[in-house]
Structure formats: structure tokens, C-alpha cells
T-cell receptor, first 112, second 115 residues
């Protein structure tokens, strides 16, 4: 079945540091890929998505590129802020379906 | 526009009681999904419903759990005879249609604690 693997956390960075959170996936078809963010006590918010190979999703300074050859969708940001502290989830959905398969989540803490 | 509304936000039940979790989707959305997030884990799919129909319940435990999405009113996730292992955050999401390119909007979740 489908699965998503994220780098283990937690990740602690200083403000303005570079962020990478690794995500790899296993899927039978051609999935769409997503990054969601969950702030403390809140639900998930869609951060960015990519629907086909080589697509780059971007939002709020975050980027991720759909790499079919490496089955990866790593999240990057050039300069993190304290307000980026949250849990980040990588997810996929198959082209024929709607249910999301999530990774385990990566807790990011950014210190001033 | 109101987003996905879940209530209650926090629910405490004693072992053996019933828990009812409600989800009102975004206005105009007819597709609802329920996910469970156990402590320190990611979200796991439970069930997918479209008005009055269960489309996919492959993630639902076979016993004690049920879900509905009536023609009128919110979607309900019902857990009978709760046990400590049911303690988790339950999230509802809604979308306008089915398909990988359709964005799902999430509610803030109901945090169930079984004591």
C-alpha cells in the first residue's frame, strides 16, 4: 500500500537558518504530494502541493519539488522564523482517490 | 465563509461510555473524511463519506466505531464503549468533490480523552 516516510524529529533551528525536512513516498500510481502544517492546538493547513513529476510547490517561502526518480518531496525554506514553529506533515493521495496518506510528522522549533 | 467546524473541541469520557464527535463541513462541500491522530503519530485515515453514503471505511476499526453523514446536519463519528486506547485527536476534513487535485480543508479537531 501507499506510505510516506519523513525524517525523524524534532528539529530545532535558530532564526534565519536553512530548513530541510526530508520526505519519501511509496505509491502504486501517480500520486499528488502535499505538505501540511499543524500549529499547536490547531487543525492541519495545506502549505503547498505538487500534482506531477518535476512540479514545484511553493508558499510562504517554503518550497518542495516532486522528484519521481527518487520518490521524494523534500520541504525547504531558506530562512526560518520563530513563527514557523509547528509540526509539518508530508502526505500523498492517489490520482483516483481522495484519502490522504500522511507521514509521521516532524516537529520544528525555531529559536530567536 | 466558515471553515470546517468540529465540536466539541475537547471531550472527556469514562471507559465504557459513548463518544459522539460532530463535524460540519465547509458550506457546499459534500465529501467528508475522518482521520485519527494518536499521540506522537501522524494522521490515519478512518472513513470517507459522501452525503448519506459511506464510500470508504477501510480505516475504521471493525467494532465500536461508526460514522454517518445525513442529508441534513453534520457528520457524526460515534465511538461506543470507549477504551483508553481511543484517546486521540480526531480530525474531520471536507472537500467539494473527489480527486487528488481537490483540496481538503481540515477542522481543528476533537481531542478525546478516555479516563
Amino acid at each position: 500500500g501507499d506510505s510516506v516516510t519523513q525524517m525523524e524529529g524534532p528539529v530545532t533551528l535558530s532564526e534565519e537558518a536553512f530548513l530541510t525536512i526530508n520526505c519519501t513516498y511509496t505509491a502504486t500510481g501517480y500520486p499528488s504530494l502535499f505538505w501540511y502544517v499543524q500549529y499547536p492546538g490547531e487543525g492541519l493547513q495545506l502549505l503547498l502541493k505538487a500534482t506531477k513529476a518535476d512540479d514545484k510547490g511553493s508558499n510562504k517561502g517554503f518550497e518542495a519539488t516532486y522528484r519521481k526518480e527518487t520518490t521524494s518531496f523534500h520541504l525547504e525554506k531558506g530562512s526560518v522564523q520563530v513563527s514557523d514553529s509547528a509540526v509539518y506533515f508530508c502526505a500523498l493521495t492517489e490520482t483516483s482517490g481522495s484519502r490522504l496518506t500522511f507521514g509521521e510528522g516532524t516537529q520544528l522549533t525555531v529559536n530567536p | 465563509n466558515a471553515g470546517v467546524m468540529q465540536n466539541p473541541r475537547h471531550l472527556v469520557r469514562r471507559r465504557g461510555q459513548e463518544a459522539r464527535l460532530r463535524c460540519s463541513p465547509v458550506k457546499g462541500h459534500s465529501h467528508v473524511y475522518w482521520y485519527r491522530q494518536l499521540p506522537e503519530e501522524g494522521l490515519k485515515f478512518m472513513v470517507y463519506l459522501q452525503k448519506e453514503n459511506i464510500i470508504d471505511e477501510s480505516g475504521m476499526p471493525k467494532e465500536r466505531f461508526s460514522a454517518e453523514f445525513p442529508k441534513e446536519g453534520p457528520s457524526i463519528l460515534r465511538i461506543q464503549q470507549v477504551v483508553r486506547g481511543d484517546s486521540a485527536a480526531y480530525f474531520c476534513a471536507s472537500s467539494t468533490s473527489q480527486g487528488a487535485n481537490t483540496e481538503a480543508f481540515f477542522g481543528q479537531g476533537t481531542r478525546l480523552t478516555v479516563v
